[in-house]
């Protein structure tokens, strides 16, 4: 099993979850964070580190964001490793509750 980055995440981009990552498993893009489902050790310390709640485990991926399993996989061999806490953008709290944000994402 792997954890997965979903639509939440889009704009908001808190980077809390990969000061606790202990392989850093995440990819850093322009607006949005993602999982490498090959680093992931299913050890569940980034999922309740996520103000947003975007982090999920990809059995419990809900039907309208299983497609995000396969877009973490494709942008974490794109995107550099991120491994230090940022600052979220000045807007993040603005993004925080919108959905169907899959159109924002910038990839790169």
Known sequence: MTFVVTESCIKCK????????????????????????EECIDCTL???E???????PDDDLPADQAHFLELNTELSRLWPVITVRKDPPDDAAEWDNVKDKLQYLERS
Do not use: R, S, W
Request: hydrophobic share 35%; net charge negative; glycine share 2%.
């Open 50 to 56: 996520c103000p947003v709640e975007a982090i999920v």
């Open 46 to 48: 980034c999922e309740p």
């Open 14 to 37: 808190y980077t809390d979850c990969v000061e606790v990552c202990p392989v850093d498993c995440f990819h850093e893009g322009p607006n949005f964070l993602v999982i490498d489902p």
